[in-house]
């Protein structure tokens, strides 16, 4: 079964640091999302994408964060310089096609900040 | 604003008894969806519900979706070792992609 991929597993960064997250979404899907799970806690929102531009971002997702589909495959997430609260697991999801279609999610990558 | 509310928190039971979780949306939802989380993994999609008054079932979990499409409920019938892990409701509301998740129950079993 197709599944979405992501890497690192566990990144490990100095506070102020910048740091690239990557996915690699389900290959026929076409809108990608990027959530957070702070530990202990429930996931939230960050931001969702189609059509190669932001299609909705939530509060958290501030100057600080930008997403992008450099290639046709990869989906990555950057955030610019770290802060100690940007410690989380973040999940890249995809998305066939609008509609009733659910996100499957891939299996994070751990960031702690230092 | 656009919530979920999600209960219980936490629930233990022995091996074989019934477990239930909760959810509640501040506003009419599109649909909610469902997803199990193991201890160290990620959320893994279990089910969609769509229709007012949606009823699904799988093996031992049934899904539901209320009337006014704002509450849902999973209930796990005779549950075993393997169900372990923290269940969430994920709403979904018109107008928007973004998945809206509960705060998830925490399921864990006495053998």
């Known amino acids: 079964e197709p599944e979405v991929t992501q890497t690192p597993s566990h990144q490990v960064t100095q506070m102020g640091q910048e740091v690239i997250l990557r996915c690699v979404p389900i290959?026929?899907?076409?809108?990608f999302y990027w959530y957070r799970q702070i530990l202990g806690q429930k996931v939230e929102f960050l931001v969702s994408f189609y059509n190669n531009e932001i299609s909705e971002k939530s509060e958290i997702f501030d100057d600080q964060f930008s997403v992008e589909r450099p290639d046709g495959s990869n989906f990555t997430l950057k955030i610019r310089s770290t802060k100690l609260e940007d410690s989380a697991m973040y999940f890249c999801a995809s998305r066939a096609d609008r509609g009733n279609q659910p996100q499957h999610f891939g299996d994070g990558t751990r960031l702690s900040i230092l | 604003g656009q919530q979920v509310m999600q209960i219980p928190q936490y629930q233990h039971v022995q091996e074989g008894e019934d477990f239930t979780t909760y959810c509640n949306s501040s506003t009419t939802l599109s649909n909610i969806q469902w997803y199990k989380q193991r201890p160290g993994g990620h959320p893994v999609f279990l089910i969609q519900l769509v229709k007012s008054g949606e009823v699904k079932k799988q093996k031992r979990l049934t899904f539901q979706f209320g009337e006014a499409k704002k509450n849902s409920s999973l209930h796990i019938t005779a549950t075993q070792t393997t169900d372990v892990g923290t269940y969430f409701c994920a709403g979904l509301y018109f107008g928007n992609e973004k998945l809206t998740f509960g705060t998830g129950t925490r399921l864990t079993i006495i053998p």
């Open positions: 290959s026929n899907h076409l809108y």
